[in-house]
């Protein structure tokens, strides 16, 4: 079942519509649980798409183990999507910025509210997000310590690498998942892979995540794959960033996930017409390397990656 959650009028006599697809059982259950997998509010960030097809897919082909309502949100900014942007074009907004929105407002303001209305009262909700095209991330789930104690045993269900906890200082009330926490519907942010690009290995490990999330709400009772167990972090000292400190062309030597010790080497920046080496980018700690620069390009002070630190 395919629906419109909203829509506005745009010019020249179109419309612009939202929609989801709602799966239903094939037998009635008494009052069912419902899980909302959103993505594309950001129309750069393409991971989320294969994620909703995926997971359609392996429902629709094993339907008879259905005991909860799936609704799948594709493409909250279709517009981003269509224009490969990640905000709204034209109007030069970050859509997850803008929630909860207003019923009463512009163009904008009335998508978002609709868009929260729909979703609120789900029992759980994963916003799927990509990184942006300058690096790679793992999959992971971020939360912020306000929710921590509704939110860390659902992420852990969810098959990811890593669990950031993230302090609150940190959090934008703006948010699409900070608006939906904050009226108790759960809602995890997953980041995971690059910006532009679809990373069907990723795409496949979250999707046996959900379907392992709905088993254990007793909303699918079809087998599961086995589930890893994600490292958490709450602290902020755990995490360590790698930074360039000139301007050339990067070059990696690992790969991210990989486990590193101090001064152990990541890459190279060098300047393609000397010839000449200009950082050997090491590592500042004993850890884990969870994002790693995608876009070989980098300025003096540009994200090189990111190192969960081993104790």
């Not at 992420?155 to 703006?174: G, M, P, R, Y």
């Not at 079809?222 to 709450?234: A, F, L, T, W, Y």
Request: proline fraction near 5%; hydrophobic fraction near 40%.
């Amino acid at each position: 079942m395919i629906q419109t959650i909203a829509q506005v009028a745009l010019p020249i006599d179109e419309i612009l519509r939202i929609k989801k697809r709602r799966i239903l059982p094939d037998n009635h259950v008494e009052k069912p649980k419902r899980i909302s997998i959103v993505t594309g509010i950001h129309g750069d960030e393409l991971e989320g798409q294969y994620v909703c097809f995926e997971l359609a897919r392996r429902i629709e082909e094993n339907k008879k183990y259905l005991n909860g309502i799936v609704d799948i949100y594709p493409a909250m900014n279709p517009l981003g999507i269509d224009s490969i942007t990640r905000g709204i074009p034209a109007f030069d907004l970050d859509m997850n910025r803008i929630f909860p929105g207003n019923a009463e407002g512009n163009m904008t303001e009335l998508l978002a509210a609709n868009i929260l209305k729909d979703v609120e009262g789900s029992d759980v909700v994963l916003d799927i997000h990509a990184s942006n095209i300058y690096l790679t991330e793992i999959p992971q789930i971020r939360i912020n310590k306000l929710h921590k104690k509704m939110l860390i045993p659902l992420a852990q269900k969810c098959n990811v690498d890593f669990i950031w906890v993230h302090e609150a200082s940190t959090v934008l009330e703006s948010t699409f998942a900070y608006s939906l926490n904050l009226v108790k519907t759960p809602c995890l942010v997953v980041e995971m892979g690059v910006g532009m690009r679809i990373t069907k290995e990723y795409g496949d490990q979250l999707v046996d995540g959900i379907f392992n999330l709905m088993n254990s709400l007793l909303m699918w009772t079809g087998e599961v794959n086995k589930v890893r167990k994600p490292i958490i972090s709450e602290n902020a000292e755990d995490v360590s960033f790698i930074n360039a400190s000139s301007g050339g062309l990067f070059i990696p030597d690992v790969k991210h996930w990989e486990k590193l010790s101090k001064g152990d080497r990541i890459g190279r920046i060098i300047d393609p017409l000397s010839g000449i080496v200009l950082q050997n980018v090491e590592s500042p700690v004993d850890g884990i390397l969870f994002t790693i620069r995608e876009y070989p390009i980098v300025d003096e002070g540009s994200l090189i990656g990111r190192l969960l630190k081993r104790n």
